[in-house]
């Protein structure tokens, strides 16, 4: 009897497992299918409304004008050249800015009086709006891609060694303390515990990077480019030719999404190894 009883329960709870599995897949695809008919009902309302002359989409632009334009710069065989250069110079700022970063962030914390020496500064140099380096950077670098790689880099290499500096101070005490009992010395604790228990800290800092590089690299095309998607934006503005500037923002949105999905990749696939 007490072996069918236990049989039963195995069952109930097997049968209540693949209910709940069954309930969270219904969830995972109605919130995917929640996202994919919001992006259409957006882009069919706005294309409507300039259809429709509601807004003038001289102002606004629109889906269908938006295809147009691509496939005129495609056409003119420079599409992908500007894609292409915003995309070389957004990946060189995130991965330089993430390296140099982490590298200072470890260095702080390893040697605790040159943290609190440079704490003020790096506060400081946060709060400092970097678009008014702009002038500084050039004659410093140069233009082109170097001002615009260094000015991606400024904006991403101070919130990556405070945030991650931050995750590296917010490891519990105790367990630090236990690998000191230990003979553990600083580097074998860094190794060891601090850096796995703030791996998604370091996950998190790359998903916000990734964003600001995206906004320094444009904001370095703004100052001193002849190619890329910020070039796009600015030639766009000065002309009135406001297709061409949605035109560079809707193909942002696409590369910056696509970007961020690999990231999101990678830390599932860290999170499944953990």
Not at 146 to 152: K, L, P, S
């Given at each position: 009897?007490?072996?069918?009883?236990?049989?039963?329960?195995?069952?109930?709870?097997?049968?209540?497992?693949?209910?709940?599995?069954k309930?969270?897949?219904?969830?995972?695809?109605?919130?995917?299918?929640?996202?994919?008919?919001?992006?259409?009902?957006?882009?069919?309302?706005?294309?409507?409304?300039?259809?429709l002359?509601?807004?003038?989409?001289?102002?606004t632009?629109s889906?269908s004008?938006?295809?147009?334009?691509t496939?005129?710069?495609?056409?003119?065989?420079?599409?992908?050249?500007?894609?292409?250069?915003?995309?070389?110079?957004?990946?060189?700022?995130?991965?330089?800015?993430t390296?140099i970063?982490t590298?200072i962030?470890?260095?702080?914390?390893?040697?605790?009086?040159?943290?609190?020496?440079?704490?003020?500064?790096?506060?400081?140099?946060?709060?400092?709006?970097k678009?008014?380096?702009?002038?500084?950077?050039?004659?410093?670098?140069g233009?082109?891609t170097?001002?615009?790689?260094?000015?991606?880099?400024?904006?991403?290499?101070?919130?990556t060694?405070?945030?991650l500096?931050?995750?590296?101070l917010?490891?519990?005490?105790?367990?630090?303390?236990?690998?000191?009992?230990?003979?553990?010395?600083?580097?074998?604790?860094?190794?060891?515990?601090?850096?796995?228990?703030?791996?998604?800290?370091?996950?998190?800092?790359?998903?916000?990077?990734?964003g600001?590089?995206?906004?320094?690299v444009?904001?370095?095309?703004?100052?001193?480019?002849?190619?890329?998607?910020?070039?796009?934006l600015?030639?766009?503005?000065?002309?009135?030719?406001?297709?061409?500037?949605?035109?560079?923002?809707?193909?942002?949105?696409i590369?910056?999404?696509?970007?961020?999905?690999?990231?999101?990749?990678i830390?599932?696939?860290i999170?499944?190894?953990?």
């Amino acid at each position: 009897m007490k072996r069918l009883s236990l049989k039963t329960k195995k069952e109930k709870g097997s049968i209540a497992h693949q209910k709940f599995v069954k309930k969270e897949h219904l969830k995972t695809f109605f919130v995917h299918f929640a996202r994919v008919f919001l992006l259409i009902a957006i882009i069919g309302v706005w294309e409507l409304v300039a259809y429709l002359n509601i807004v003038d989409p001289f102002i606004t632009s629109s889906p269908s004008r938006i295809i147009k334009q691509t496939v005129e710069l495609y056409n003119s065989g420079s599409l992908f050249k500007h894609i292409l250069t915003t995309l070389n110079e957004t990946v060189l700022a995130f991965t330089l800015s993430t390296i140099i970063g982490t590298a200072i962030a470890i260095i702080l914390f390893v040697i605790t009086p040159l943290k609190r020496v440079l704490e003020p500064y790096l506060i400081v140099l946060n709060s400092l709006p970097k678009i008014a380096l702009g002038p500084l950077i050039i004659i410093w670098v140069g233009v082109g891609t170097n001002a615009i790689v260094t000015m991606g880099i400024l904006i991403c290499v101070v919130i990556t060694i405070i945030n991650l500096l931050n995750g590296y101070l917010s490891v519990s005490n105790e367990k630090i303390m236990l690998l000191k009992t230990m003979g553990a010395n600083k580097l074998q604790i860094l190794t060891k515990l601090i850096i796995p228990a703030t791996l998604p800290n370091f996950i998190a800092t790359l998903k916000i990077n990734l964003g600001m590089a995206w906004v320094g690299v444009i904001m370095g095309e703004y100052l001193s480019s002849k190619a890329g998607l910020g070039y796009l934006l600015v030639y766009g503005g000065q002309i009135f030719k406001l297709d061409l500037v949605m035109t560079a923002i809707v193909i942002l949105c696409i590369l910056s999404s696509v970007m961020y999905g690999i990231i999101s990749i990678i830390e599932k696939i860290i999170v499944k190894k953990r």
